[in-house]
C-alpha cells in the first residue's frame, strides 16, 4: 500500500526533511507504508551531493539548504509541485538506474495529458522541454528549457526526495543559481508554456500516471 499526503500550506524544508528521513527508516523496518508526498516550499535552494559553490551566485537571495541528494543546486517554491517519492526498493527491484527512469517516464507521462512532449537528454538530469517558439541555438539545435527536476537519495533501499514539476512558479526565482549546474538552458513550467493547467490538474495526472508507471 502507498500512502498518499497532501499539504494544502507551504512547508518548510528541514520539516519535510525530518519526516522523509523518519518515514524511509520505518518504511525499511517494515513499520510503515510507502508514502509519496505532494506540497509546496517558501522559495529556497538546496544543494544536491555535486553541487559547486560557484553554481550558487545569489546566495542572500533565499536559505540555502544541503539537501544530501542527488544533483547540485535546484529551486524549490510557491507554484511548483514538489513531489517526494518514499518507496521501498528492497520491494520494487534494486535497481536505482531503472528507478531513476521510472520517474522519468512518470513526468513525461504527466506532461503527456497536457499535449506537452517531456523529453530526457544524456548527461542532463531532469525533464526538458523543446522550444520550438523561441530562436535556434548557436549551434543549430533547438533552444530547450527545464521543467521538471529529479534528484534521489536512498536509505537501506527506501527512496526519499524525489521530483519538482514547474506548474506556475516564478521562474525570475531561479536567476540566484545556475539550475543543476546547466548554463545553455533556461527553465519554464506548464503556465509559462501558455497552458492554463492548475495545481490540482496537476496532481490529478500525477496520480493517475504513478499507477500506470509504478504499479501501485
Not at 75 to 103: E, T
Not at 134 to 160: C, M, T, Y
Request: charged fraction near 25%; charge should be negative; aromatic fraction near 10%.
Amino acid at each position: 500500500m502507498v500512502e498518499w499526503i497532501h499539504s494544502d500550506t507551504l512547508v518548510d524544508y528541514d520539516q519535510a526533511l525530518s519526516f522523509m528521513e523518519n518515514r524511509a527508516e520505518a518504511i525499511a523496518r517494515g513499520d510503515a507504508d510507502e508514502c509519496i508526498w505532494f506540497l509546496e516550499h517558501p522559495p529556497l535552494y538546496t544543494a544536491g551531493t555535486s553541487a559547486k559553490r560557484e553554481d550558487l551566485t545569489d546566495p542572500n537571495r533565499f536559505p540555502v539548504f544541503e539537501a544530501k541528494r542527488g544533483g547540485q543546486y535546484t529551486y524549490h517554491g510557491p507554484g511548483q509541485r514538489v513531489v517526494y517519492v518514499m518507496l521501498d526498493l528492497n520491494k520494487r527491484g534494486k535497481d536505482i538506474r531503472a528507478f531513476v527512469k521510472n520517474l522519468e517516464a512518470w513526468v513525461i507521462a504527466t506532461l503527456a495529458d497536457f499535449n506537452l512532449s517531456g523529453e530526457i537528454r544524456d548527461g542532463r538530469v531532469g525533464v526538458w522541454i523543446a522550444r520550438d517558439d523561441k530562436p535556434l541555438q548557436a549551434n543549430g539545435h533547438k533552444a530547450e528549457d527545464k521543467i521538471a527536476a529529479i534528484g534521489i537519495r536512498l536509505k537501506r533501499w527506501v527512496s526519499f526526495h524525489g521530483i519538482s514539476v514547474n506548474v506556475e512558479p516564478d521562474l525570475s526565482h531561479f536567476d540566484g543559481i545556475v539550475p543543476c549546474g546547466i548554463t545553455e538552458h533556461g527553465v519554464t513550467s506548464l503556465v509559462d508554456l501558455g497552458l492554463p493547467v492548475t495545481m490540482d490538474d496537476v496532481d490529478v495526472a500525477l496520480k493517475r500516471q504513478f499507477g500506470e508507471i509504478f504499479g501501485s
